[in-house]
């Protein structure tokens, strides 16, 4: 890769709306559930940190940690790996996976399966960024942010190759040479 533009998608503006709409949808479901939130790392890592705070109600947050994306690859393996499951039970608790983006949904579907083998009371999926033209496997997406079109995206979380997740809006990438 010689080098790499970015065109901006969404301001941080856009998405600071977004997450304050998603927290006032999850609250008013969840505010005396005491839910876990669990993020699928690492790309929800920015999301996670702004939407528990926007939320302001009592819950838990849980990670785990798979791999989808090869390094410096824009292009899902279909594969799944656990690097970190669940470290807790989630028998009896409701359930919010929170996902930076919805991509082919190979990984939802993979954690949502992981997730109903473990008896929690109820799961729901809450992702920021939907590439729903991508859309291999069906994910139920309860709380949805913003869609996104058939493009790589990169920033609030998100990176190619673990670049650009530090910026604070949503960039297509663009790569050139
Ligand atoms: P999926 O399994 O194809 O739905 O992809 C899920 C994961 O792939 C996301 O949680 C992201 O970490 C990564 N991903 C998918 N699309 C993009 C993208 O456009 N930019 C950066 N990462 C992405």
Redesign the pocket.
């Given at each position: 890769m010689s080098g790499v533009q970015l065109e901006v998608l969404f301001t941080p503006g856009d998405i600071d709306s977004a997450v304050a709409r998603l927290a006032r949808e999850i609250r008013k479901d969840y505010r005396s559930k005491n839910p876990v939130l669990l993020g699928?790392l690492?790309?929800?890592f920015v999301f996670m940190a702004d939407l528990v705070r926007a939320l302001d109600i009592p819950l838990e947050i849980e990670f785990m940690s798979l791999s989808?994306?090869g390094q410096g690859r824009?292009e899902?393996s279909g594969k799944?790996q656990v690097i970190q499951g669940l470290r807790r039970s989630v028998r009896g608790r409701h359930v919010v996976v929170v996902?930076?983006?919805?991509?082919?949904?190979?990984?939802?579907?993979?954690v949502l399966r992981y997730l109903r083998r473990r008896r929690p009371a109820s799961v729901r999926v809450c992702a920021l960024?939907d590439?729903g033209a991508?859309?291999?496997?069906d994910?139920p997406i309860d709380y949805l942010g913003l869609s996104?079109p058939d493009?790589?995206?990169?920033g609030y979380g998100?990176?190619?190759d673990e670049r650009f997740r530090y910026l604070s809006g949503l960039y297509c990438?663009k790569e050139d040479g």
């Open positions: 699928v690492k790309g929800c989808s994306y824009i899902s799944i996902e930076d983006i919805v991509d082919t949904g190979i990984t939802g579907d993979f960024f590439k991508r859309r291999r496997v994910v996104v493009r790589f995206v990169v998100l990176d190619y990438l």
